[in-house]
């Protein structure tokens, strides 16, 4: 389940990885509605207390899953800019073929 080390940011990501590490899918369906209601529960004002948790989780989360950032997301195209916004193509992107149209 939800791991009690990230009470506030990277609880989902780090579950979705704990269930590919255990050789499970994430699977997405158009059938199913999630809502998600952001700082519903913990409010938005960034109070010390509240960065100092945010910086542990995020330090804790780079640690955890260091080999994802470093080999990098297995399902994300490589065609793809990791450094651009909006799914951009990368210029040197070495699966881009021209071809007529």
Avoid at 11 to 39: M, Q
Avoid at 58 to 79: K, V
Wanted: hydrophobic residues 40%.
């Amino acid at each position: 389940g939800m791991d009690e080390a990230f009470p506030l940011d990277c609880n989902d990501a780090d579950f979705c990885l704990k269930i590919r590490a255990r050789g499970y899918l994430n699977v997405w369906t158009p059938l199913a509605e999630l809502y998600h209601f952001e700082s519903l529960t913990r409010g938005t004002a960034p109070t010390a207390e509240r960065l100092a948790i945010l910086q542990a989780a995020g330090q804790l989360f780079q640690e955890r899953w260091a080999g994802i950032f470093r080999d990098g997301d297995p399902y994300y195209n490589p065609n793809l800019s990791l450094l651009a916004g909006g799914y951009q193509l990368r210029p040197d992107a070495p699966h881009i073929h021209s071809r007529a149209a």
